[in-house]
């Protein structure tokens, strides 16, 4: 038996739940998931943006409970440093958490405008400019990495929690058809095949519940 637990709620509609979730899985952390019902209040505020707090995913590990996903990171990167979740060097590690940073507390036009839908695709969606400048930050923080760190990932070869917090945004730019340039596409594409990310859309896409208030432009 899983010595840790890891609550989430959606894998279609949840970004959150996804990041902590790749999180855990390339830390190697061997871990059961509980899922939270829809009908709870709570989750649906948080996946609705109407909840100033973000309470799920939620990790219980070795009696220790963190509810936050950067908290989260930090604490399997403590835990399993092996792992790599964040750069051994020390310049990459600060600009990893300072990306990281910025995902968790930022981008909110992003969020709102396009909310992730894994089931979902929209051809000619229309991107306002508040989005767009979330998605040209994004795109350029992404073109920053790639210079200075090489690729293939955001801090190079390895995965880190630099991209587990960017994933979700790749998931969004390929459900509302967003147009990238080639070197952001193929990042897109390299994280979009990973094996933990196919393993989550499959299971999103047999999620039998559904939110009308996110599924009704669809």
């Not at 058809?177 to 979009?192: A, H, K, S």
Request: aromatic residues 10%; proline residues 6%.
């Amino acid at each position: 038996m899983a010595q840790a637990v890891l609550t989430i709620s959606s894998k279609n509609y949840s970004s959150w739940c996804l990041r902590g979730w790749l999180m855990a899985k390339w830390a190697g952390l061997d871990f059961e998931e509980k899922i939270v019902a829809f009908d709870d209040p709570s989750v649906r505020a948080e996946l609705l943006l109407q909840s100033s707090s973000i309470l799920v995913p939620a990790l219980i590990h070795d009696r220790v409970s963190i509810w936050d996903t950067l908290a989260i990171g930090e604490y399997l990167h403590e835990r399993f440093p092996k792992a790599g979740l964040l750069p051994a060097d020390p310049t990459a590690r600060a600009h990893c958490r300072s990306i990281c940073g910025e995902m968790h507390s930022g981008f909110g036009a992003l969020r709102s405008a396009l909310p992730v839908n894994l089931r979902g695709t929209k051809p000619g969606f229309v991107v306002w400019s508040a989005a767009q400048a979330d998605i040209d930050r994004i795109l350029k923080i992404w073109r920053e990495c790639f210079v200075r760190w090489k690729g293939p990932y955001l801090f190079g070869k390895k995965l880190t929690l630099a991209d587990a917090m960017y994933a979700p945004v790749c998931t969004r730019f390929r459900t509302y058809c967003v147009n990238l340039d080639p070197e952001t596409d193929e990042y897109c594409e390299r994280i979009m095949t990973l094996p933990t990310m196919l393993e989550w859309i499959e299971a999103a896409k047999l999620e039998p519940e559904e939110m009308p208030e996110l599924d009704a432009e669809f």
